[in-house]
């Protein structure tokens, strides 16, 4: 059993490490140069703007915001200090409930690094885990999402405060969090009501997350919900929700069963999903000192991730007319990692595994992440090979914007597999009511009034 995990942990800790190591790789797109500039230039009252108007997330803006004021005090991006920290909040989400004083412990850190590896292989994740502007406002709702899951599972002493706390974060950081945060809180009381145990204690903390988290949905649709965004204005589905419960629901079993990625394999896709459950069945050690979860809680820890997942389908095809963006893929793929994870924990709670599983499960946990990341082994080879251009790309690209001069040069990133990047068109641009924006946010975060976008390298 020693050996098994010791193993496992090995082969877990090395695909986390794969995926991380691409960190340094990681650039800024559109965003990062056109919002932290207008931040700059306006300050505070933009960002209260911002969060009312157009993105309601107010812990995830202010995030962003404060990021701008180091990157102008640095004068560098400083990229990897806000991913790594933001790697290591997600880690914590994970982590954070655990039991660590009981026997049990290196299993149950085994099941947190499992799940890390599972959220990050086999699927698009460069929008969430490899992009500043979307990693600001994803990482924080996973945590929340993740802790909010697992203060459940793991039963702690004191959990419904951690528990709305966990949901105001996902809440606060993102629609997608705010989606989660009502979905979960309502499930929840909805089955309690339903299902037992009936005490008042759970409605007092649950109001919060529910209030936070409609007040965020609301801001949503008076605000950005309903505009056009550029794409799928041909789509019969564009801004009719009632049109588009039928396809998500398509979807979402299809994203399932084969995550939208290069080269999948839809055998080897369930068969990993199999062996994740097979895993956290196997390796999970309910707590010696408090009573296991009530299938309320249980009921509400499987599904809401679930109803969350197919709420971003369905508000997609509102707002888009079409599935986008590659940011929700990840978001809807963490979410079925979670969710899985949760029916493991009900399937444990239910039915005890058989001792022969619990002697493989650290190794079932292992395969389940290794089985995607060999998928991915030659996109991640590619990025590595590509890795030290990408970052003296990003270097020379800030020292064209910091020299002195009114125009500057600008060569978008090679383009990569996992971490993707930043690809604009070549050309020659001057400042101006018709430039596209992506061009102009270049050079008003370099105080420049003209841009030749280079080839990519």
Not at 115 to 140: D, K, N, Q, R, T
Not at 148 to 173: H, Y
Not at 217 to 235: K, P, Q, V
Request: with cysteine.
């Amino acid at each position: 059993m020693r050996v098994a995990t010791g193993v496992a942990f090995a082969v877990l800790l090395a695909v986390v490490a794969a995926y991380a190591a691409l960190i340094g790789a990681a650039d800024w797109r559109s965003d990062e140069y056109f919002i932290l500039a207008t931040y700059r230039a306006y300050g505070w009252p933009y960002l209260l703007t911002r969060v009312i108007h157009w993105s309601p997330r107010p812990f995830s803006e202010t995030l962003f915001f404060l990021y701008g004021l180091g990157v102008a005090a640095l004068g560098r991006p400083a990229i990897g200090a806000l991913l790594g920290a933001l790697w290591v909040g997600l880690a914590a989400g994970l982590l954070a409930s655990g039991r660590w004083r009981e026997p049990g412990r290196g299993a149950r850190l085994l099941l947190a690094l499992g799940v890390f590896a599972a959220i990050l292989a086999g699927h698009e994740i460069a929008g969430v885990f490899f992009w500043p502007a979307g990693a600001v406002a994803y990482l924080p709702t996973l945590a929340g999402m993740a802790l909010a899951v697992f203060v459940v599972l793991d039963g702690r002493a004191g959990g419904e405060a951690v528990l709305a706390g966990a949901l105001t974060l996902a809440a606060v950081s993102s629609e997608a969090g705010a989606i989660f945060a009502v979905a979960f809180a309502g499930l929840r009381l909805g089955a309690r009501a339903t299902l037992g145990p009936r005490g008042p204690r759970a409605l007092p903390w649950l109001a919060l997350p529910l209030l936070v988290g409609a007040a965020v949905l609301l801001l949503l649709a008076r605000g950005r919900a309903g505009t056009f965004e550029g794409i799928g204005a041909a789509s019969p589905l564009l801004h009719h929700p009632m049109r588009a419960l039928g396809p998500a629901v398509r979807d979402l079993v299809a994203e399932f069963a084969v995550p939208p990625a290069e080269g999948r394999h839809p055998g080897l896709d369930l068969l990993a999903r199999v062996l994740f459950v097979a895993g956290v069945w196997g390796c999970w050690r309910p707590s010696r000192r408090a009573a296991p979860p009530a299938a309320a809680d249980l009921f509400a820890a499987v599904l809401a991730p679930l109803v969350t997942a197919y709420g971003l389908l369905v508000t997609a095809y509102y707002e888009f007319g079409e599935v986008c963006c590659d940011r929700h893929a990840t978001l809807r793929q963490a979410l079925f990692v979670l969710a899985l994870a949760a029916f493991a924990v009900a399937l444990h709670r239910a039915v005890a595994p058989p001792w022969r599983l619990r002697a493989v499960a650290p190794l079932l946990l292992a395969a389940a992440a290794a089985i995607p990341a060999a998928l991915d082994g030659a996109a991640l080879r590619h990025d590595f090979a590509l890795m030290p251009t990408a970052v003296a790309t990003r270097r020379a690209n800030w020292a064209q914007g910091l020299a002195p001069g009114e125009a500057m040069a600008f060569r978008p990133p090679p383009p990569m597999r996992i971490v993707r990047g930043f690809q604009l068109p070549a050309g020659s641009y001057e400042a101006g009511p018709d430039t596209p924006w992506p061009e102009l946010g270049i050079m008003r975060f370099f105080g420049k009034r003209a841009v030749t976008v280079l080839p990519p390298p």
